[in-house]
């Protein structure tokens, strides 16, 4: 069989440069912990975990005083910095500059909206990392949208002021913004804002593409990745024979019956290495 790995699949910016403030951080050997997983991918954290990463809550950060404690890429709230500060733990910020910039719009959005008594609405994935993070920029209430269903969460004879979690699709916020403004009262008062990351959108057309020149696509990522899940439906509506899996372990030699090639690819979230131990070991079970 001919088996490629995807060029563009692999770690995002954001997350390239949050696993290396990491290693750094690491190298020397002693411990540091993570504020919940580090990438949401499980392999990837268990590398980690060998060099010495703990993943903690924020329960847990009351017994960490003198530690050092990792903001990872996602981002947290105002309220994590002061608790730090005030429990004496150093942080190491990794927050993506993306998120960063997100964060700051989530605050000015709500300052445009306070005096319009309007609602500051993100279109996420509920409990996400990054999704917390936005919401608790400001104590007032954000509302979190993930579907055309929860639009009767808003009040559309009130202002709306639009934005997405970076990693969202740009067909469902277009799609959910054009809606919203089709049930305005007054459709001038829905600013839409589209602060998804260019760097994982731009991926839905290439991956679409991608697994279309395949018999055989195997998506890898971690079973806890939102992005995943998004750039999978991507390559199984172009490819049906799309498989999910989260290591190598996982693949089933039925799925590569009667294909002369396999395209592997992956989320934002997945390393490269992951990749190619994937790769390798479809390769030998086409030698068996």
Not at 29 to 35: A, E, I, N, Q
Not at 133 to 159: C, H, M, N, W, Y
Not at 171 to 179: I, Q, R, S, Y
């Amino acid at each position: 069989m001919r088996i490629e790995i995807d060029d563009k699949s692999g770690f995002c910016f954001g997350v390239v440069r949050a696993i290396s403030e990491a290693e750094k951080a690491l190298a020397g050997g002693s411990t540091v912990y993570s504020l919940g997983d580090i990438v949401h991918n499980r392999i990837e954290v268990q590398r980690l975990e060998r060099l010495g990463l703990r993943t903690i809550t924020h329960a847990d950060m009351p017994q960490l005083a003198g530690s050092r404690l990792f903001i990872r890429a996602h981002g947290e709230p105002p309220t994590t910095y002061a608790r730090a500060k005030e429990l004496g733990i150093a942080l190491i910020d990794a927050t993506c500059p993306v998120v960063a910039r997100l964060q700051d719009r989530v605050v000015k959005a709500h300052e445009q909206m306070r005096p319009v008594n309007g609602q500051v609405v993100i279109l996420g994935k509920r409990g996400h990392a990054e999704v917390v993070g936005l919401t608790g920029q400001v104590q007032a209430p954000t509302i979190v949208i993930e579907s055309g269903e929860d639009l009767r969460l808003l009040d559309f004879t009130r202002p709306v002021y639009f934005l997405s979690q970076t990693t969202q699709s740009i067909a469902l916020f277009e799609a959910l913004g054009a809606e919203m403004r089709r049930r305005a009262a007054n459709p001038d008062d829905v600013r839409i804002d589209d602060t998804i990351c260019r760097q994982v959108s731009n991926r839905e057309q290439h991956l679409a593409e991608f697994a279309r020149r395949f018999d055989v696509i195997v998506f890898v990522c971690g079973r806890k990745s939102s992005n995943g899940k998004v750039l999978f439906e991507v390559c199984r509506r172009a490819n049906p024979r799309t498989c999910n899996i989260e290591e190598a372990a996982e693949i089933d030699p039925a799925w590569f019956e009667g294909a002369a090639s396999v395209g592997i690819c992956g989320a934002t979230s997945t390393p490269r290495w992951l990749m190619h131990e994937v790769a390798q070991r479809i390769a030998e079970l086409g030698k068996g």
